[in-house]
């Protein structure tokens, strides 16, 4: 707000004395002495108390000197003595909305509306407070609505053209941001608004044009400069691309800073994340976002990428600061070693940003001579899936089931639960359950130390939401790596990983920085009392047709690769009457899973998406699919687990990394090592002899069905019996003085709870 917008404007009840010194009160606000301006208005309020307009100028002061708060009170006097003050109310509105108090500011905004009816201004005021409130759908009411009263509102057609990209209607929001640039050709805001949406769209030589033309019109607008980084980074013009973020820097840090904290979308990585300003890491992370819809088409780029810089961290290692680039990237056919070297760039990230005391938070609270209390050993295991999450399906049984005589086991909730009663039974499960999302770095660190934890198990690896710079900061004495990410952390801060001797080799130890606790049969545990729906669900409902093999794959849709699609449909052109059954994960996938169909002579139709379901009926309606097809590079985990459970068989084939061997090792658990391929070949004819086979395919239904209560798999006590005897060995190893080492856990008896 500046004095020079209500200096003019209706002076209010004050009397003939007062107004010459309001006059110069906004007069100096004008100027920018917003202190001095202040003083009088004071003074004029002290001495004409019904003075409103001496409080609207009193918070216009103390606006300029960025007292936000007590610039609302003023405001707020204001308005109590003239309520039909407008500009006082916009004023409050705009002041709340600066204080994240969007519902109070849009409680004023429709009062305003309903003062002026028709006001093109006010609908689109209330329009932002409901996209800042996430209600988008009723912000973009209100957009449409100013625009049905004024179709030339620029303010309208400017934030209704940024709101349609961010709902993903991307052609909609191209189509209003070029009539706007057509209308508003000297306008910077119009040009950036056009080249964002063209950069959503991968129209990236074109985004990078119009960025050029919002910067002719604004040479130093830092969003602008870092939206051209942008367009540069994808098209590979990496030294282009730093010097226009080093541009923005200059120009605004913050500014530049506030751009990466909310731009991720804009090349497709979803608005949680925080991008970062290495232009490769930029471009190999929206490559690697489009695996997720299976658009394949710059795969090889990605791949090529992805191996060039492994190389070059394993030659000179550095900082990766996108994590996402090595998780989504275990689905890529790259080597333990590549993997290794980008894992260790994240771990130097992680451990950059862990900026603690010179001793470990666990030694600091125990008195700097890492003195433990006496008793039990107290397990800590650290998510951010504690809420409906497939993971979380896994952790409440074993979290549930530690042997509580020797055991206190401390859950800790990195990620905002979701009161579902999954969550629940997870806070159940725990002696002790911290909800402490909202704790920074160090804040977690010394809130696991304060509850002197002997072993922290970490239960995400580089996942969405985790947090490795916790781990980096050491708050436990022992950190060990348990299920979430299928890899290395490549990090000195995790001691051990527990693994299982198939899915991990003694011989590709050496990929690891982690030692391996090795579990018999399988490192991975499943819920034995998940719920199968009871209804059964027919062929006809879910989409499937009534005869005919349905294959089934249910993995998630970035494990979905050209190699194992091709065996896929090889099959399908071999079977006549077969389908694929998959599950849907939105218009872009099918669109483009049903074009590499195509192009591999298979109908599009005889590829079936199954909605998303309820976990107990998802489960249920397995029993219409005859045979589960693993994916080659990431393999089914959770999924190929829930499969056998509801009966299905999971054919799988083995690589060489632990990704690509889990399911191998969950199939083989089961009791079902025939379906365990031998190379891909082998895969592709094992799954046409059993497609063509029905009663060799139903013995294995059969048998199946008759391990669940028996094989280790299903075996939940035994498994969290064997995890407990690891942790065991790990503490006495420790308490002994020894560093970890690599181990093999003596196999259990056969128990089910």
Not at 224 to 251: C, H, K, N, P
């Amino acid at each position: 707000m500046s004095g020079r917008e209500y200096a003019s404007k209706k002076q209010g009840m004050e009397n003939n004395t007062t107004i010459p010194e309001l006059e110069r009160a906004a007069v100096l606000l004008q100027s920018g002495r917003g202190a001095e301006a202040e003083a009088i208005a004071l003074r004029v309020a002290a001495s004409d108390p019904a003075s409103a307009r001496a409080w609207f100028l009193t918070g216009v002061a103390r606006h300029q000197q960025e007292r936000p708060e007590t610039a609302l009170a003023a405001m707020e006097r204001a308005l109590s003595l003239d309520p039909a003050m407008d500009d006082a109310r916009q004023a409050c509105a705009t002041l709340l909305l600066g204080l994240k108090r969007p519902r109070a500011a849009l409680v004023q905004i429709e009062e305003l509306s309903r003062r002026r009816p028709g006001d093109v201004k006010a609908a689109v005021d209330a329009a932002i407070v409901l996209e800042e409130l996430g209600d988008l759908p009723a912000a973009l009411a209100g957009y449409d609505e100013a625009l049905r009263r004024d179709q030339r509102d620029f303010r309208a057609r400017l934030n209704r053209g940024a709101l349609l990209a961010r709902l993903g209607r991307l052609d909609e929001a191209l189509r209003d941001d070029q009539a706007l640039v057509r209308s508003h050709i000297g306008s910077a805001a119009a040009h950036y608004n056009l080249a964002d949406v063209l950069l959503r769209l991968d129209r990236y030589a074109e985004a990078l044009i119009v960025a050029d033309r919002a910067l002719r019109l604004a040479p130093a607008d830092a969003n602008v400069l870092m939206l051209r980084g942008l367009a540069l980074a994808m098209l590979g013009r990496d030294t282009e691309s730093g010097e226009s973020f080093s541009r923005a820097r200059t120009a605004d840090a913050a500014g530049a800073r506030r751009f990466l904290d909310s731009a991720a979308s804009v090349v497709g990585l979803g608005e949680a994340r925080t991008l970062t300003e290495d232009p490769r890491q930029i471009r190999l992370a929206r490559l690697l976002e489009r695996q997720k819809s299976c658009d394949w088409a710059e795969r090889d780029r990605l791949v090529q990428g992805m191996r060039q810089l492994a190389t070059e961290l394993q030659h000179a290692p550095g900082q990766l600061d996108e994590m996402g680039l090595y998780f989504t990237s275990l689905s890529l056919p790259l080597a333990a070693a590549e993997q290794q070297a980008l894992a260790q760039g994240i771990a130097m990230a992680a451990s950059a940003r862990a900026v603690g005391n010179p001793l470990s938070p666990h030694d600091i609270w125990r008195g700097g001579e890492g003195k433990r209390r006496p008793g039990k050993i107290r397990l800590g295991f650290l998510s951010p899936d504690f809420r409906e999450h497939p993971a979380a399906q896994l952790h409440w049984r074993q979290l549930a089931g530690h042997d509580r005589g020797t055991f206190e086991v401390f859950g800790y909730s990195i990620h905002r639960g979701d009161g579902s009663e999954l969550r629940m039974r997870i806070e159940e499960a725990c002696d002790a359950f911290r909800e402490v999302s909202a704790l920074n770095a160090q804040e977690l660190a010394a809130r696991i130390a304060l509850d002197d934890i002997d072993i922290l198990v970490d239960l995400a690896g580089y996942t969405d939401f985790s947090r490795p710079e916790v781990l980096a900061l050491r708050p436990a004495p022992l950190q060990v790596s348990y299920l979430g990410m299928p890899a290395t952390m490549g990090s000195r801060f995790i001691d051990y990983r527990i693994t299982d001797a198939f899915t991990t080799s003694p011989e590709e130890a050496v990929r690891w920085t982690e030692k391996l606790a090795y579990l018999p049969d399988t490192f991975f545990i499943y819920n034995d009392r998940e719920m199968i729906a009871e209804a059964t669900t027919g062929r006809k409902k879910c989409g499937l047709p009534e005869s005919g093999l349905v294959f089934c794959c249910f993995n998630s849709s970035y494990k979905i690769e050209p190699e194992a699609f091709d065996v896929w449909m090889r099959l399908l052109h071999r079977i006549p009457d077969s389908v694929l059954w998959l599950v849907d994960s939105g218009e872009p996938l099918r669109n483009n899973l049903q074009r590499e169909a195509a192009a591999r002579g298979i109908r599009p139709a005889r590829l079936v998406f199954a909605p998303r379901l309820p976990r107990a009926e998802h489960l249920a309606r397995h029993a219409c699919a005859d045979l589960f097809l693993d994916a080659f590079h990431c393999n089914a985990h959770t999924t190929a687990a829930d499969a056998l459970w509801a009966g299905l068989p999971v054919l799988t084939c083995p690589g060489r990394t632990m990704a690509s061997r889990i399911g191998a090792s969950i199939v083989r658990a089961a009791g079902l090592p025939e379906l365990v391929a031998t190379d891909r070949a082998a895969y592709g004819e094992t799954a046409f002899r059993l497609a063509t086979q029905p009663d060799e395919l139903a013995t294995l239904r059969t048998r199946l069905a008759r391990n669940r209560s028996t094989c280790s798999l299903f075996d939940t006590a035994r498994r969290v019996r064997e995890l407990d005897r690891a942790f065991q060995m790990m503490w006495e190893r420790h308490a002994a003085g020894l560093p970890p080492a690599s181990f093999a856990v003596p196999r259990s008896e056969a128990a089910q709870a």
